[in-house]
């Protein structure tokens, strides 16, 4: 049940009979994710939020370590109650009229923005595939190459490093007796991978990735339709690579954007506000 109002700042607010008999402006959702992006925004480096905005909110320690859930049981009456369905007096209003389901893949978008750029790519191996190893301790591409070349190459950095840090070499210690029975947690640093067709960016990768989170108890969940148009794999999906790659990038975009509004206590919007 509910009534559509116009807010102080113009943007259309649909009012929610909630409980108690008092009326929120907007779905409990729109809430979640102005507290999940004000998460991420609290705990990124290249972010600083305007914590003069956030007043009765609890401050950035209790935003980072407390489920919305419980923030929401203790704090919503203060914060975003209405008394009744016509009351224009909101506390905290959004920008816009949520959009959840462009608000939600910028979410995920942001969560997986560090996927790696083959993640769930297939690729037909033969004698020509290349290959490259990386140093997962720091993340960098030490050699590219055929397969074979690779393996004898990543053991010749196993025996260095086992030689450095006398890993794996039993209480005796000594280095010839190891070099057949290596440490798996050295070789599990040197990771052998398919060179990704798709290294300038990882759009697809992260399309990818949020498609194969979406599953319960094992089962996929059915696809709704904002997650339908990126599934890349999905012979029906309606969008060919270039499209999906498209709108991954739209959705980066608009994560950064959400995350300058909710450090200016502002959120709603999946355009650029800045200087509005």
Known sequence: MGTTTIDKRGSRSENIRYREGLWIP????AYLYWFK???EAERHPD????????????????????????????????LFSLKNKTSSKVRFPLLKRPDYEGIRMSYLVWLYRDTPSDFGEKVEITPNTMFQIIDTKTDKVLKKGYQDNLKEYRMTLVRQTMSKKKEGFGKTGKYLEGLDTPS????KRYKIEVCSRNSRSNNLAIARKIISTQTRDGRKIRPEAYLFAIDVDNPHCPNNTDMVKSLIGRYKRRS???LDQVCRGEFGHLKNTRGK
């Open 26 to 29: 907007y779905r409990k959702r």
């Open 37 to 39: 992006f004000l998460q």
């Open 47 to 78: 972010y600083k939020v305007d914590w003069k905005k956030y007043r009765d909110w609890g401050g950035g320690d209790l935003i980072l370590h407390q489920r919305f859930d419980d923030w929401w049981e203790d704090r919503w009456v203060k």
């Open 184 to 187: 798996s947690k050295v070789l």
């Open 256 to 258: 950064l954007n959400l």
